[in-house]
């Protein structure tokens, strides 16, 4: 069975790692710049260009400031959640698990919570019309809110936060920030019910993956593809069955592999592991599912091995069991007909 592309947009699919503050396409960024006239000439000379690309991490880092400082109110937090909204609907995605930054809204831009929380749950009203569901996880940026601050955690104790909240993420750059100073974070997140799912194992190794179960008490890990570092921590994982939200396109432009081909996806697999693909932050990266999906048919999945990788992730989603249902059904009926 090939896995074409044509086939593979009718595949029902969910999306488990993808950032709102990264989704943003040029097109949104523009759209966004006219609504607000801001100087950009200290990331770009002349025109925003019409597609993302950088240099290397400070360039990329300037980018992503640009466009976050282009969020200043509920209708821009709404419009750039159904944008996204917009292109997953296109490529049949009907459940995402969207991280957001907190602490760059309230803390860095100074958004009153209520407005930061008012633009997430009109953004996720636009993207159930569009028969997308969101699912909401508050990241902590490790390489910006240090252990001591309470922001994030504040945030999340209050009763400001957004409709459809399931999760507490730890988000940034891994090297130099370890995981088990945020333990206490995790702790009170989790004793309000949320599920716990942080980065670890993309830009630092396997021990990185090790702290953010033990320390966080991680259900899913972001990335963890360097978890194959650690033949005995495949194992746990793999028992235990913590996931690992996989992005092809992300471990290649942040240079966690060097090239596509040798991507650990199909090893991750075979070692037993749980996986699934996704984006990360598909404006910034310039990718969609379905691309991450077309490197995943490029490492030798068929069409059977997309449909099996879309049931584990719908199993390791927290969405509510409506969902799960429905897209399990719809499932069943693309395997029948074209398994
Ligand atoms: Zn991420």
Same mark, same amino acid.
């Given at each position: 069975m090939t896995t074409?592309?044509?086939?593979?947009?009718e595949l029902p699919k969910v999306e488990l790692h993808c950032h709102l503050e990264g989704s943003m396409s040029s097109a949104t960024v523009k759209a966004l710049a006219a609504r607000h006239q801001p100087d950009w000439s200290?990331?770009? #000379?002349? +025109?925003?260009?019409?597609?993302?690309?950088?240099?290397?991490?400070?360039?990329?880092? /300037?980018?992503y400031l640009f466009g976050l400082s282009l969020l200043r109110n509920a209708d821009d937090i709404a419009t750039i959640t159904d944008d996204l909204a917009a292109s997953l609907a296109q490529q049949n995605v009907r459940h995402v698990e969207l991280t957001t930054t907190a602490y760059s809204h309230i803390e860095v831009g100074n958004m009153a919570p209520e407005e930061y929380r008012d633009g997430l749950d *009109?953004? =996720? =009203? =636009?993207?159930?019309? /569009?028969?997308? #569901?969101?699912?909401?996880?508050? +990241?902590?940026? /490790?390489d910006l809110e240090t252990p001591d601050s309470q922001v994030t955690i504040d945030f999340l104790e209050s009763?400001? @936060?957004?409709d459809g909240l399931i999760g507490i993420g730890l988000g940034g750059y891994e090297v130099g920030f370890p995981a088990a100073p945020y333990a206490e974070h995790f702790a009170r997140g989790r004793a309000l019910g949320l599920h716990s799912i942080p980065h670890a194992g993309e830009t630092e190794g396997a021990d990185s993956v090790r702290q953010a179960v033990d320390d966080l008490g991680a259900e899913r890990i972001g990335h963890g593809v360097r978890v194959l570092e650690d033949p005995v921590?495949?194992?746990? $994982?793999? *028992?235990?069955?913590?996931f690992c939200e996989v992005c092809p396109t992300s471990n290649l432009l942040l240079g966690v592999v060097d090239t596509l081909d040798e991507h650990p996806l199909t090893r991750m697999i075979d070692a037993g592991l749980n996986v699934?693909? #996704? @984006?990360?932050?598909?404006?910034?990266? +310039? @990718? +969609?599912?379905? @691309?991450? $999906?077309?490197?995943g048919t490029d490492l030798?999945? /068929?069409?059977e091995d997309h449909v099996r990788l879309q049931r584990d992730a719908v199993r390791a989603s927290f969405a509510p069991a409506d969902v799960k249902r429905l897209l399990a059904e719809q499932l069943d009926v693309f395997e029948r007909a074209h398994c």
């Open positions: 074409g592309s044509a086939l593979l947009l200290w990331v770009w #000379n002349g +025109d925003i260009p019409e597609h993302f690309s950088f240099d290397d991490f400070p360039d990329f880092g /300037r980018q *009109e953004g =996720r =009203r =636009r993207a159930a019309a /569009r028969g997308v #569901n969101i699912g909401w996880v508050i +990241d902590i940026p /490790r009763s400001r @936060t957004p921590l495949v194992e746990q $994982l793999v *028992e235990s069955g913590v699934c693909l #996704n @984006t990360d932050d598909p404006g910034w990266f +310039d @990718t +969609d599912l379905m @691309t991450e $999906l077309q490197i030798g999945l /068929r069409v």
